[in-house]
């Protein structure tokens, strides 16, 4: 056996101790995606909603327990690539008129699309329409399924 063989053998080894050292303990995954930055077309006004404006998201996920904790393999965790094609595509295929609608629609999509077990979804205004000086304004929106 050469020192190849001998590092995947102890790296085999040491995880396998790794995971029987956790026994008993309950794993929990948060996905967190920060600073998602979209353009629009949300707001009250007609004019806004034609004109468009920058959204930012950030978005927590609640996974639960998740296999790729053992597995180390995207296909049994949550994508977060993929959640953040689904709040694209969401928000740019209508128009909403409020932040609370477009957060609340985006956080169904994702539990019913990822089996998530609750979403909080946070919608920024960077460059709010409005005439005094705000550095933003946000919505933000927290959905959990029954137990």
């Not at 600073?35 to 639960?64: K, N, P, W, Y």
Request: glycine share 4%.
């Amino acid at each position: 056996m050469d020192d190849a063989d001998d590092h995947e053998e102890l790296d085999a080894e040491s995880e396998s101790d790794e995971l029987e050292s956790h026994g008993g303990m309950q794993t929990v995954v948060t996905i967190e995606i920060s600073g998602l930055s979209l353009f629009t077309h949300v707001g009250v006004s007609a004019a806004e909603r034609e004109v468009g404006q920058r959204l930012l998201f950030d978005i927590r996920i609640d996974v639960g327990e998740s296999d790729a904790t053992e597995t180390d393999r995207v296909e049994d965790t949550i994508d977060y690539a993929e959640v953040c094609q689904l709040v694209a595509l969401v928000s740019q295929q209508r128009n909403y008129k409020t932040l609370e609608r477009l957060c609340t629609v985006v956080a169904d999509r994702i539990i019913e699309d990822f089996g998530a077990d609750a979403v909080w979804v946070k919608a920024a205004k960077p460059e709010p329409p409005i005439a005094l000086p705000v550095e933003e304004v946000s919505v933000e929106v927290w959905r959990e399924l029954p137990e």
